[in-house]
């Protein structure tokens, strides 16, 4: 008997395995931890204090400070991820069914997690690698633009101290770091004049999850690249604070068992074929973009 029928949504229990999923590939996810958000959204606000706090006799004047108050709505982008499977999925043992969707779920989960890094990262489109409208106003590459370092594989632990300093500079604490591949190796590959490693926990492709009191992630998705995009060998900033993103608690759920759904040219019942299709509705914002600093590839080099 079959145990999932066409437009079911996943259980409350499957959701929250399939984003901790996305959590161990998603390199945002990993650095700055989810919240469940609204499906409509949510509006995060930043307050801006100016001034110090003062210290008022009795019966004295008690001055005034200013207050700076800005705002980002995060409202959540929809995801979508589809794959054929044959269509003995129909007839099969629940135990069975459950197989089918163990793997679908998997696959799921770490291709929704790489979109989100794509996406969120880069500001594209994750399937076509090309400019998301939201590239310019809700993307690393398209916001932090003044803090940027140029990327030198051989003093990349100099790129990285630079770029926190572009941070902290302006009162802001670093408590993340996001390495490319790349960068992670050039790390495990630095000596000090006596040929000892300097960072020998980067070394044979190892992603530690710390660096100097930042939590830290290799991940290829910074180096992503597509449109307009960056090719990024680290990102540094208050990932905890500074950017927040979370996921609408329902993910849709189909069985499409006619038709070309897919747009691939062949129709499923002629081809013994169901397609399984799944939806996430995820939504991110960087709330300060002077909160991050990048190290990129210089352009055109």
């Given at each position: 008997m079959?145990?999932?029928?066409?437009?079911?949504?996943?259980k409350p229990e499957l959701v929250r395995q399939m984003i901790t999923k996305v959590q161990g590939h998603s390199t945002l996810a990993k650095l700055s931890g989810q919240t469940p958000i609204p499906f409509a959204g949510v509006e995060q606000f930043i307050f801006n204090l100016d001034g110090?706090?003062?210290?008022?006799?009795?019966?004295?004047?008690?001055?005034?400070?200013?207050?700076?108050?800005?705002?980002?709505?995060?409202?959540?982008?929809?995801?979508?991820?589809?794959?054929?499977?044959?269509?003995?999925?129909?007839?099969?043992s629940e135990e069975k069914q459950i197989q089918y969707l163990n793997h679908f779920t998997d696959g799921f989960a770490k291709k929704i997690a790489e979109g989100f890094d794509i996406a969120g990262i880069h500001g594209l489109e994750p399937k076509?690698?090309?400019?998301?409208?939201?590239?310019?106003?809700?993307?690393?590459?398209?916001?932090?633009t003044d803090n940027v370092v140029v990327y030198n594989a051989a003093a990349i632990d100099s790129n990285i101290e630079d770029a926190v300093k572009t941070v902290v500079t302006n009162g802001i604490e670093v408590n993340g770091l996001a390495l490319s591949p790349v960068a992670g190796g050039d790390l495990g590959a630095l000596?000090?004049?006596?040929?000892?490693?300097?960072?020998?926990?980067?070394?044979?492709?190892?992603?530690?999850?710390?660096?100097?009191?930042?939590?830290?992630?290799?991940?290829s998705?910074?180096?992503?690249?597509?449109?307009?995009?960056?090719?990024?060998?680290?990102?540094?900033?208050?990932?905890?604070?500074?950017?927040?993103?979370?996921?609408?608690?329902?993910?849709?759920?189909?069985?499409?068992?006619?038709?070309?759904?897919?747009?691939?040219?062949?129709?499923?019942?002629?081809?013994?074929?169901?397609?399984?299709?799944?939806?996430?509705?995820?939504?991110?914002?960087?709330?300060?973009?002077?909160?991050f600093a990048r190290v990129e590839v210089e352009a055109g080099a």
């Open positions: 079959a145990t999932l029928k066409q437009g079911e949504l996943f110090n706090a003062e210290i008022v006799g009795e019966g004295g004047l008690k001055s005034a400070n200013g207050a700076t108050i800005t705002s980002k709505v995060i409202k959540p982008i929809k995801f979508v991820y589809q794959a054929r499977i044959t269509d003995e999925f129909k007839y099969a076509s690698m090309t400019d998301a409208s939201f590239k310019a106003t809700n993307s690393f590459d398209g916001v932090i000596k000090d004049t006596t040929g000892n490693r300097l960072y020998p926990e980067f070394r044979f492709g190892q992603n530690p999850d710390s660096f100097y009191g930042m939590k830290s992630d290799v991940n998705t910074l180096t992503k690249v597509g449109g307009t995009a960056q090719t990024d060998h680290a990102i540094v900033g208050d990932f905890q604070n500074m950017f927040k993103w979370g996921y609408a608690e329902n993910i849709p759920m189909e069985i499409i068992e006619y038709g070309d759904p897919d747009g691939s040219g062949r129709d499923l019942k002629a081809y013994n074929e169901i397609l399984l299709r799944a939806e996430a509705f995820i939504g991110w914002g960087i709330l300060d973009p002077e909160a």
